[in-house]
């Protein structure tokens, strides 16, 4: 089983851009996490907000794995502890698909996305920079592996 972080938004800070690769590094070996950075849509002035998160969306839709389980991130979701997760990261292996999570556009996610999920995750009730979602996102799988793999990461 491979996952796949696809986020709408280019060039994060550098600072996340550390912190993700050091969860992807360390989540390898139990769950390889692939980023796929999709181009945001045009916004600004005299600009449709709606079209660009339409856009967004094909872009995100185009990048999901074949026959993938989508999980969206979104404030609307399901919020799911540490322990919670490390049970969903163990149903899923079950089913012997390849994963995907989504972390949409300043908008949230294309109603084409939100049909597309499967399921949906809140990270809390907090709205979150979307490129710290990454690192958030990132982090809770590796945590939810090495629960998983009964390793010390996880001392709650």
Do not use: C
């Amino acid at each position: 089983m491979k996952a796949k972080l696809i986020a709408v938004g280019e060039r994060p800070p550098a600072w996340v851009t550390e912190g993700f690769e050091e969860y992807r590094k360390r989540l390898s070996h139990w769950l390889p996490l692939e980023l796929v950075e999709v181009a945001p849509g045009m916004r600004g002035k005299n600009r449709d907000a709606a079209r660009a998160m339409q856009d967004e969306g094909g872009r995100v839709l185009a990048a999901l794995p074949k026959g993938g389980l989508v999980v969206t991130l979104d404030g609307r979701g399901k919020p799911w502890s540490s322990e919670r997760l490390s049970q969903r990261l163990e149903h899923w292996r079950g089913q012997g698909r390849d994963l995907a999570f989504l972390v949409g556009g300043p908008e949230g996610h294309a109603p084409e996305v939100l049909a597309q999920a499967d399921e949906s995750w809140s990270l809390g009730p907090a709205t979150l920079p979307h490129m710290l979602v990454r690192l958030l996102v990132a982090e809770q799988l590796y945590r939810a592996a090495a629960m998983l793999a009964n390793h010390p990461y996880h001392r709650a």
